[in-house]
């Protein structure tokens, strides 16, 4: 069989306008509300597409980390190439696609940091050698040594801080996300899709039908 070939039918539920929430932030909880306990794996997974200022684009699986009313929030290394191309563009799109629900997700925004302050109360809730790993780290970068240089330099972190907290390195924090525009995706018979999107229109949301 050709990857041509592959395809399904959509057809577990249809999505109408008197079914949305007054507000994408809301309705994205819902949803994800939905994907949690229908068990779906990585339910908070969503790919982050940046672009330079010229527009060459990259795309990357992030986790929402925080989801509330000033938008969609991930954490990460200021040197990365995603930080690097918000930096000199700070706009963003994430799209979350749940398969077992035939649903996805995709949000359009601004982009800024989250404060100090709530970057470090996240990274407290971190495991240990998630928080060690951030500190050793240079994310997007070429590693000359290799898998053993990584190593060498996780067991030099570990020994650097054992026996007290692990702080915050300075070159890690959050992004969040404030949406101008949110698409909720339903999957439907004869690819006739429900696409709702809402769209920030003089500081009021509006709810539009896109054609699938």
Same mark, same amino acid.
């Given at each position: 069989?050709?990857?041509?070939?592959?395809?399904?039918?959509?057809?577990?539920? !249809?999505?109408?306008?008197?079914?949305?929430?007054?507000?994408?932030?809301?309705?994205?909880?819902?949803?994800?509300?939905?994907?949690? +306990?229908?068990?779906?794996?990585?339910?908070?997974?969503?790919?982050?597409?940046?672009?330079?200022?010229?527009?060459?684009?990259?795309?990357?699986?992030?986790?929402?980390?925080?989801?509330?009313?000033?938008?969609?929030? #991930?954490?990460?290394? *200021?040197?990365?190439?995603? +930080?690097?191309?918000?930096?000199?563009? %700070?706009?963003?799109?994430?799209? #979350?696609?749940?398969?077992?629900?035939?649903?996805?997700?995709?949000?359009?925004?601004?982009?800024?940091?989250?404060?100090?302050?709530?970057?470090?109360? *996240?990274?407290?809730?971190?495991? =240990?050698?998630?928080?060690?790993? +951030?500190?050793?780290?240079?994310?997007?970068?070429? =590693?000359?040594?290799?898998? %053993?240089?990584?190593?060498?330099?996780?067991?030099?972190?570990?020994?650097?801080?054992?026996?007290?907290?692990? %702080?915050?390195?300075?070159?890690? !924090? !959050?992004?969040?996300?404030?949406?101008?525009?949110?698409? #909720?995706?339903?999957?439907? %018979?004869?690819?006739?899709?429900?696409?709702?999107? *809402?769209?920030?229109? +003089?500081?009021?949301?509006?709810?539009?039908?896109?054609?699938?």
């Amino acid at each position: 069989m050709s990857i041509a070939d592959l395809r399904r039918e959509y057809q577990r539920a !249809g999505l109408n306008e008197t079914d949305l929430a007054a507000d994408p932030i809301s309705q994205l909880r819902r949803w994800l509300d939905d994907a949690i +306990a229908a068990g779906v794996p990585d339910a908070t997974a969503m790919v982050v597409a940046t672009a330079t200022p010229d527009g060459s684009p990259s795309a990357r699986v992030m986790l929402l980390k925080v989801l509330d009313s000033h938008g969609l929030t #991930f954490f990460t290394n *200021y040197r990365s190439r995603k +930080a690097k191309d918000l930096a000199a563009n %700070p706009r963003a799109a994430a799209t #979350f696609y749940w398969p077992d629900l035939e649903r996805q997700v995709r949000a359009e925004g601004t982009v800024s940091l989250v404060g100090d302050a709530e970057s470090d109360e *996240y990274f407290r809730l971190r495991p =240990v050698d998630s928080q060690l790993a +951030a500190w050793i780290s240079d994310q997007s970068e070429p =590693v000359p040594g290799g898998r %053993p240089e990584l190593e060498r330099r996780y067991k030099e972190a570990a020994k650097r801080f054992a026996g007290r907290d692990v %702080p915050r390195p300075p070159h890690w !924090g !959050g992004y969040r996300i404030m949406p101008a525009a949110v698409e #909720f995706w339903q999957g439907r %018979p004869g690819r006739l899709h429900d696409r709702l999107r *809402y769209v920030l229109t +003089a500081e009021r949301w509006q709810v539009e039908r896109l054609a699938p």
